[in-house]
């Protein structure tokens, strides 16, 4: 068992922590999750300790990233469980604020990534990635990481906040890491919790789609229509999967290519009943 680490809830509390820490000069490594910790947050965690001196965990559900209709009362919670494995990987902090203290109020102030945010997740989640942005803003302006880390599992997200620090010139290094699966190629997710045994079984097919998919890239097929039809075909073998989109995309500016050339993305969502889930593939033609 590894000592507890400090927990923090409130922005001056992990200012004053990281104060003596950037004075020194010492390196702060931040990795903003929603909590409900699983292998994925994990090897951002470790990730991160092997490059910087400090590695702050940042635990906030953050309700300006979802919809009137979405999963924020339900989204997993594991307070305990989420501190014992930050210390267990090596964390040094965890800053795990409340609502109120995120969002003291009147919040007027948003951050927008335009283009990028239009199509895949940000077509279905309208307001979504305002409120990621927004949120990781504060993040990094409340931590001043000089680097941040971020999976590729959720590659949209990770786009659009390469391109907000880009253009806003956060002196932040965003930090990608892959995609870390269940043995039976499902992608690890906080999400995959509230899937029913049958929908649990049924969620191996997103990834089985978009491999089916690249092997037929590998076979010559550059056409992104077929390639489509071939990934929405084995996600139809999951009948309790409703296919929210299947797209692929430019890697660099998430734009649809009718034609693969370059590095490409190959995105799904699904929707088992009221749990959502994405994946993604990244191919090269
Ligand atoms: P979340 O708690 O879902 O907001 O995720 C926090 C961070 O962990 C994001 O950068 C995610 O992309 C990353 N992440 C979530 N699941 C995985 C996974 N299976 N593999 C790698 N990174 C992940």
């Not at 335009?114 to 931590?143: D, M, Q, W, Y």
């Not at 073998?237 to 693969?260: G, H, K, N, T």
Request: aromatic content about 4%.
């Amino acid at each position: 068992m590894s000592p507890p680490i400090p927990r923090l809830a409130t922005v001056s509390e992990i200012r004053d922590a990281l104060a003596p820490v950037h004075r020194r000069g010492a390196s702060v490594g931040l990795v903003p999750t929603m909590g409900a910790l699983h292998e994925g947050h994990l090897s951002l965690i470790r990730a991160a300790r092997e490059t910087n001196d400090v590695v702050v965990v940042s635990i906030f559900v953050n309700p300006t990233q979802f919809g009137p209709n979405e999963d924020l009362e339900r989204y997993p919670r594991d307070v305990e469980g989420d501190s014992r494995k930050c210390a267990e990987t090596g964390a040094d902090l965890i800053f795990s604020p409340s609502v109120e203290e995120m969002y003291p109020g009147p919040h007027s102030t948003w951050v927008e990534v335009e283009g990028l945010t239009a199509g895949l997740c940000g077509r279905s989640r309208p307001g979504h990635f305002r409120g990621v942005c927004t949120v990781l803003a504060k993040l990094f302006n409340i931590c001043r990481p000089d680097r941040a880390y971020f999976g590729e599992k959720d590659a949209q997200q990770l786009a659009v906040v390469t391109r907000m620090v880009r253009n806003l010139d956060f002196p932040v290094q965003i930090v990608p890491c892959p995609t870390v699966r269940e043995p039976d190629g499902l992608a690890m997710s906080s999400r995959n919790a509230r899937l029913t045994p049958e929908e649990r079984a049924q969620a191996p097919t997103l990834y089985r789609s978009l491999r089916a998919a690249q092997e037929r890239i590998r076979a010559g097929e550059r056409d992104a229509a077929a390639l489509e039809e071939i990934i929405r075909s084995v996600l139809t073998e999951a009948p309790l999967a409703e296919i929210d989109y299947v797209e692929i995309v430019r890697a660099d500016d998430l734009s649809p290519v009718a034609i693969l050339t370059g590095d490409c993305l190959m995105a799904v969502a699904v929707k088992f009943g009221g749990t959502r889930l994405i994946d993604n593939l990244r191919v090269s033609a």
